[in-house]
């Protein structure tokens, strides 16, 4: 049986893969309506790159071995996806849709591998 705190979790990843799959459809689409230039934008990136290093550093507090990979595999996720989209600002328009397909892709496997280890752990 799951504790609260891994049911949570377990949510938290389901979030995460559907973040990815939008990502992945909007991806693939190319149906996006949103300017990378913009400060909103980039703003939101440097936030998910700078909330991944904070996770990322602080996985190493985690004391099981399983929930602290998790905790890694989220921060280097969220570093990963903020880098690609703070990237849409200076890449071709004809780029934007395979690097938001890329994050989608990304977030799809990070909630995917974090719930399984999430789910062996308990």
Known sequence: MLSPSQLTRLVTEMVFILAGALLLFVGLTGRYLFNARRPSWLVLAVILVFW??????????????????????????????GA???????????????????????????????????????
């Not at 996770?55 to 570093?79: P, T």
């Not at 892709?105 to 990070?110: D, G, L, P, T, V």
């Open 84 to 122: 690609i989209m703070i990237s849409l600002a200076w890449v071709r328009l004809g780029l934007a849709g395979p690097l938001l397909g890329v994050a989608g892709a990304i977030f799809i496997a990070r909630g995917l591998v974090s719930a399984a280890i999430l789910a062996a752990s308990s």
């Open 52 to 81: 991944g290093l904070r996770a990322w550093r602080q996985s190493r507090l985690v004391a099981v071995r399983s929930l602290r990979l998790a905790a890694q595999l989220g921060g280097i996720s969220l570093i990963l996806v």
